[in-house]
């Protein structure tokens, strides 16, 4: 089994800076992947970006590309999102996901955390 553990949501004003924290433990074996996502509410869950465990190599959704940077700590398998210049449509509960495997060129997130909130006040 895989755990994963955001941290590091909260309140912050427009234009400000929050960093999210996604602890990844457990068989940490043949991990594909590991991306973020968030839902505001009464939306669907959508995709913010993701990061290559193997080459490192960063995918972002156009709506945060330029903002967010998504990185990882080797040594404690953690992986951050900095999330800069907020705006208050930025508000969700943002997960951390994990997938080992791609189906038909698509990934499969097997895992999930918890979720964290991140409000953005205008």
């Known amino acids: 089994q895989v755990q994963l553990v955001e941290s590091g949501g909260g309140l912050v004003q427009a234009g400000g800076s929050l960093r999210v924290s996604c602890a990844v433990s457990?068989?940490?074996?043949?991990?594909?992947?590991l991306g973020w996502f968030r839902q505001a509410p009464g939306k669907e869950r959508e995709f913010v970006a993701r990061?290559?465990?193997?080459?490192?190599?960063?995918v972002y959704d156009d709506s945060v590309k330029g903002r967010f940077i998504i990185s990882r700590d080797n040594n404690e398998n953690t992986v951050y999102l900095q999330m800069n210049n907020l705006k208050p449509e930025d508000t969700a509960v943002y997960f951390c996901?994990?997938?080992?495997?791609?189906?038909?060129?698509?990934?499969?997130?097997?895992?999930w955390g918890q979720g964290t909130q991140i409000t953005v006040s205008s």
């Open positions: 996901a994990l997938s080992r495997r791609r189906v038909l060129g698509k990934f499969q997130y097997e895992f």
């Open positions: 457990g068989h940490t074996f043949s991990i594909y992947a």
């Open positions: 990061l290559h465990w193997g080459a490192g190599h960063t």
